[in-house]
C-alpha cells in the first residue's frame, strides 16, 4: 500500500513569493490533515478536511494560506505571499475517517521542508 | 490548559543499552495516548497507542509504554536499543470527541556505538 506522497520535499523562495505543496492521501482515506512543523516541536494543525469539506481551519492563518481539496482526494495548500517565519516543514497525513476523535491513526507524508529567504 | 510535556530534549544511550522516554500530560478529558517516531526525511510514524485496558501497551520495533494515571504520564521504553532507532520521538494526547491531537516538543535519541 502506497502512503502518502508529497510534493515538492524541498522548496526554497524568496519572501514574498508564492508557493504550493502537494499531498496525495492514502487511497480510501477521508480524512486528510494538513500540519506546520516549526524545529524542534511538534506538529500544529493548520487544516483538516473531511472529503472535500474543511471540516477544521480555524488555526489556518487566511491572508496568506488557503488549502483545497478538490474531488475529496489530492490536497494543495499555497502561501502567498511567503514571509520569513513561513520557513518550517509542512506535513499532511490522512486517516479513514474521524470517528471517535482522534482514535483513527494518522499517516504522515514525509513533508515539504521550506526556507524562505 | 492541555498540554504535553517531554522533558528531554535529547537523550544519548549506548547501543544495547536500555531506553526510557518520559511524557507527561494534562489533559481534562479521559486520554488517548499516542507514540510517534520520525527518522530523518521521513514522516511521523505511529509507535503504539493507548485507549482503554491494559496499561502496558506493545508496539511496533519492539517498544512498549505504560499508562500511569496516577502520574499523568505515558512513558515510552525499550530493553535493547538500536542504531536504527536513532530518530526524533512525539508523545501525542488526544480523546473520543476531539480529533486534534495536542503534541509534546518531541525527544532526540542519539545512539552511541
Known amino acids: 500500500e502506497a502512503g502518502v506522497v508529497q510534493s515538492p520535499r524541498y522548496k526554497i523562495i524568496e519572501k514574498k513569493q508564492p508557493v504550493a505543496f502537494w499531498c496525495n492521501p492514502i487511497s480510501g482515506h477521508n480524512t486528510l490533515y494538513w500540519y506546520l512543523q516549526n524545529l524542534g516541536q511538534g506538529p500544529e494543525l493548520l487544516i483538516r478536511y473531511e472529503n472535500e469539506e474543511a471540516v477544521d481551519d480555524s488555526q489556518l492563518p487566511k491572508d496568506r494560506f488557503s488549502a483545497e481539496r478538490l474531488k475529496g482526494v489530492d490536497s494543495t495548500l499555497k502561501i502567498q505571499p511567503a514571509e520569513l517565519g513561513d520557513s518550517a516543514v509542512y506535513l499532511c497525513?490522512?486517516?479513514?475517517?474521524?470517528?471517535?476523535?482522534?482514535?483513527?491513526?494518522?499517516?504522515f507524508g514525509p513533508g515539504t521542508r521550506l526556507l524562505v529567504l | 490548559a492541555q498540554s504535553v510535556t517531554q522533558p528531554d530534549i535529547h537523550i544519548t544511550v549506548s547501543e544495547g543499552a536500555s531506553l526510557e522516554l518520559r511524557c507527561n500530560y494534562s489533559y481534562g478529558a479521559t486520554p488517548y495516548l499516542f507514540w510517534y517516531v520520525q527518522s530523518p526525511g521521513q514522516g511521523l510514524q505511529l509507535l503504539l497507542k493507548y485507549f482503554s485496558g491494559d496499561t502496558l501497551v506493545q508496539g511496533i520495533k519492539g517498544f512498549e509504554a505504560e499508562f500511569k494515571r496516577s502520574q499523568s504520564s505515558f512513558n515510552l521504553r525499550k530493553p535493547s536499543v538500536h542504531w536504527s532507532d536513532a530518530a526524533e520521538y512525539f508523545c501525542a494526547v488526544g480523546d473520543s470527541s476531539n480529533y486534534q491531537l495536542i503534541w509534546g516538543a518531541g525527544t532526540k535519541l542519539i545512539i552511541k556505538p
Open positions: 497525513a490522512s486517516s479513514p475517517r474521524t470517528s471517535g476523535g482522534s482514535r483513527e491513526t494518522q499517516y
